[in-house]
């Protein structure tokens, strides 16, 4: 499947300031999704995009879908605690193909 | 009603032993998962069951067999685990195969010693 490289590895923040992942492909995806894995839980599906240039907002989350769709980005506005987690970023249909996952973690 | 639960979530075992590990979901999918995530957190695709047929098998070792009774339930059970089995297990289910909206269960904490 095709590989999707995600960075920063790690992100650390003051509580109040905004967070950026970032989920690239060498090759056009036909879709790419975003999952928030809290510490000790599960994934948890966010959002699936598909189009070209697509954007979604929940609450204090925009998801983009880069114009080639060969990369993607999640932006948090103002974290807050609850914001701390792994974001993993994955694309595929029958087989989900994750990245390597972005951990935040937060300064109260 | 846990929409997808796993049993054990955790399981300590000697190496050389055989283990099981449970996955049942009440969503209605078709599709159920394996996935593993190891120590680094990468998560990575084990096997897939559509509608108890395996559709997906990730060069995952001879050791590890999925069992699909019926649509609602994929156990996995591992012969022989060895120090590098040691990872947590996730089950998961999705209906439709588009990757919309995977549902992952709570995972099982394999240690094996």
């Known amino acids: 499947g095709q590989q999707v490289m995600q960075i920063p590895q790690y992100q650390h923040v003051q509580e109040g300031e905004d967070f950026t992942t970032y989920c690239n492909s060498s090759?056009?995806?036909?879709?790419i999704q975003w999952y928030k894995q809290r510490p000790g839980g599960h994934p948890v599906f966010l959002i699936q995009l598909v189009k070209s240039g697509e954007v979604k907002k929940q609450k204090r989350l925009t998801f983009q879908f880069g114009e080639a769709k060969k990369n993607s980005s999640l932006h948090i506005t103002a974290t807050q605690t609850t914001d701390v987690g792994t974001y993993f970023c994955s694309q595929g249909a029958q087989k989900l193909v994750f990245g390597q996952g972005t951990r935040l973690t937060i300064n109260p | 009603d846990t929409a997808v639960s796993q049993t054990p979530k955790y399981l300590v075992t000697q190496m050389g032993n055989d283990k099981s590990i449970k996955c049942e979901q009440n969503?209605?999918?078709?599709?159920m998962y394996w996935y593993k995530q190891d120590s680094k957190k990468f998560l990575k695709i084990m096997f897939s069951?559509?509608?108890?047929?395996?559709?997906i098998n990730e060069t995952v070792p001879n050791r590890f067999s999925p069992k699909s009774p019926d649509k609602a339930h994929l156990n996995l059970h591992i012969n022989s685990l060895e120090l590098g089995d040691s990872a947590v297990y996730f089950c998961?289910?999705?209906?439709?195969?588009?990757?919309?909206?995977?549902?992952f269960g709570s995972g099982t904490r394999l240690t094996v010693v």
């Open positions: 998961a289910s999705s209906q439709g195969g588009d990757g919309l909206g995977y549902t």
């Open positions: 090759t056009t995806l036909s879709n």
């Open positions: 969503l209605g999918h078709d599709t």
């Open positions: 069951y559509n509608n108890k047929e395996l559709i």
